[in-house]
Protein backbone atom coordinates (compact mmCIF):
# COMPACT_ATOMS: atom_id res chain seq x y z
CA UNK A 1 0.00 0.00 0.00
CA UNK A 2 1.05 3.61 -0.69
CA UNK A 3 0.05 6.81 0.55
CA UNK A 4 -0.95 9.95 -1.21
CA UNK A 5 -1.33 13.27 -0.88
CA UNK A 6 -2.13 15.80 -3.17
CA UNK A 7 -1.38 19.72 -2.98
CA UNK A 8 -1.14 22.55 -5.54
CA UNK A 9 -5.05 23.50 -6.39
CA UNK A 10 -6.72 26.69 -6.38
CA UNK A 11 -8.54 28.94 -7.76
CA UNK A 12 -7.16 30.09 -11.05
CA UNK A 13 -8.75 32.02 -14.11
CA UNK A 14 -9.37 30.50 -17.21
CA UNK A 15 -5.94 30.56 -19.18
CA UNK A 16 -4.01 30.30 -16.32
CA UNK A 17 -1.64 27.40 -15.24
CA UNK A 18 -1.46 25.12 -11.71
CA UNK A 19 0.77 22.29 -11.23
CA UNK A 20 -0.67 19.94 -9.25
CA UNK A 21 1.83 17.83 -6.94
CA UNK A 22 1.18 13.99 -5.42
CA UNK A 23 3.65 13.05 -2.50
CA UNK A 24 3.74 9.27 -1.56
CA UNK A 25 5.10 7.12 1.30
CA UNK A 26 5.18 3.90 1.78
CA UNK A 27 5.89 1.17 -0.23
CA UNK A 28 8.52 1.69 -3.16
CA UNK A 29 6.85 4.59 -5.39
CA UNK A 30 8.54 3.56 -8.45
CA UNK A 31 6.94 0.35 -8.20
CA UNK A 32 3.50 2.15 -8.84
CA UNK A 33 1.95 3.12 -12.39
CA UNK A 34 0.55 6.45 -11.28
CA UNK A 35 -3.06 8.17 -12.81
CA UNK A 36 -4.55 11.42 -12.21
CA UNK A 37 -8.43 11.70 -11.79
CA UNK A 38 -10.91 13.69 -11.62
CA UNK A 39 -14.26 14.54 -10.85
CA UNK A 40 -16.67 17.56 -11.37
CA UNK A 41 -20.01 17.89 -9.10
CA UNK A 42 -22.46 15.90 -9.75
CA UNK A 43 -20.06 13.86 -12.76
CA UNK A 44 -18.53 10.35 -12.11
CA UNK A 45 -14.88 10.47 -11.62
CA UNK A 46 -13.12 10.62 -14.85
CA UNK A 47 -9.58 9.77 -16.13
CA UNK A 48 -6.78 12.47 -17.08
CA UNK A 49 -3.99 10.99 -17.37
CA UNK A 50 -1.61 8.24 -16.45
CA UNK A 51 2.41 7.48 -16.13
CA UNK A 52 3.77 4.00 -15.87
CA UNK A 53 7.02 3.47 -13.66
CA UNK A 54 9.43 4.42 -16.22
CA UNK A 55 7.61 6.96 -17.43
CA UNK A 56 7.56 5.33 -20.96
CA UNK A 57 3.72 5.21 -21.10
CA UNK A 58 1.53 8.57 -20.89
CA UNK A 59 -1.42 8.08 -21.75
CA UNK A 60 -3.92 11.13 -21.48
CA UNK A 61 -7.84 11.92 -21.86
CA UNK A 62 -8.59 13.61 -25.23
CA UNK A 63 -9.54 16.79 -22.59
CA UNK A 64 -5.69 16.72 -21.48
CA UNK A 65 -3.92 16.39 -24.69
CA UNK A 66 -2.38 19.15 -25.42
CA UNK A 67 -2.41 20.95 -22.11
CA UNK A 68 -1.96 18.53 -19.56
CA UNK A 69 2.12 16.99 -18.65
CA UNK A 70 2.38 14.52 -16.32
CA UNK A 71 5.29 13.59 -15.01
CA UNK A 72 7.00 11.94 -12.10
CA UNK A 73 10.42 11.98 -9.91
CA UNK A 74 11.14 8.60 -8.57
CA UNK A 75 14.02 9.68 -6.44
CA UNK A 76 11.68 12.24 -4.92
CA UNK A 77 8.52 10.03 -4.88
CA UNK A 78 6.22 12.17 -6.36
CA UNK A 79 3.95 12.90 -9.17
CA UNK A 80 2.89 16.19 -10.92
CA UNK A 81 -0.24 17.07 -13.62
CA UNK A 82 1.38 20.34 -15.27
CA UNK A 83 -2.14 22.06 -16.04
CA UNK A 84 -1.69 24.67 -19.19
CA UNK A 85 -4.49 26.93 -20.56
CA UNK A 86 -7.27 26.33 -18.18
CA UNK A 87 -10.82 26.14 -18.96
CA UNK A 88 -13.73 26.51 -16.59
CA UNK A 89 -15.05 23.30 -17.60
CA UNK A 90 -11.68 21.81 -15.57
CA UNK A 91 -12.87 22.38 -12.39
CA UNK A 92 -13.01 19.39 -10.01
CA UNK A 93 -11.38 17.51 -7.12
CA UNK A 94 -8.33 16.37 -8.63
CA UNK A 95 -6.72 13.00 -7.32
CA UNK A 96 -3.77 10.93 -7.74
CA UNK A 97 -3.97 7.48 -7.68
CA UNK A 98 -1.30 4.42 -7.88
CA UNK A 99 -1.53 0.73 -9.17
CA UNK A 100 1.25 -1.87 -9.39
CA UNK A 101 2.06 -3.10 -12.80
CA UNK A 102 0.53 -1.48 -16.56
CA UNK A 103 -0.96 1.63 -16.66
CA UNK A 104 -4.63 1.83 -17.42
CA UNK A 105 -7.18 4.47 -17.92
CA UNK A 106 -9.71 2.76 -15.85
CA UNK A 107 -10.02 4.16 -12.22
CA UNK A 108 -11.23 0.56 -10.98
CA UNK A 109 -7.49 -0.66 -11.95
CA UNK A 110 -5.83 1.38 -8.97
CA UNK A 111 -5.77 0.64 -5.43
CA UNK A 112 -4.93 3.37 -3.77
CA UNK A 113 -5.73 6.70 -4.00
CA UNK A 114 -5.37 10.55 -2.61
CA UNK A 115 -8.21 12.76 -0.70
CA UNK A 116 -7.88 15.22 -3.13
CA UNK A 117 -7.39 18.65 -4.12
CA UNK A 118 -9.60 21.31 -5.47
CA UNK A 119 -8.77 22.87 -8.88
CA UNK A 120 -11.49 25.82 -10.25
CA UNK A 121 -11.21 27.57 -13.01
CA UNK A 122 -13.37 31.11 -13.63
CA UNK A 123 -14.49 32.25 -16.60
Known amino acids: QVQLVESGGGLVQAGDSLRLSCAAS????????MGWFRQAPGKEREFVAA????????PYADSAKGRFTISRDNAKKTLYLQMNSLKPEDTAVYYC????????????????WGQGTQVTVSA
Open 51 to 58: ISQSSDDT
Open 26 to 33: GRTFSDYA
Open 97 to 112: AAKLLLTTTLAKGYHD
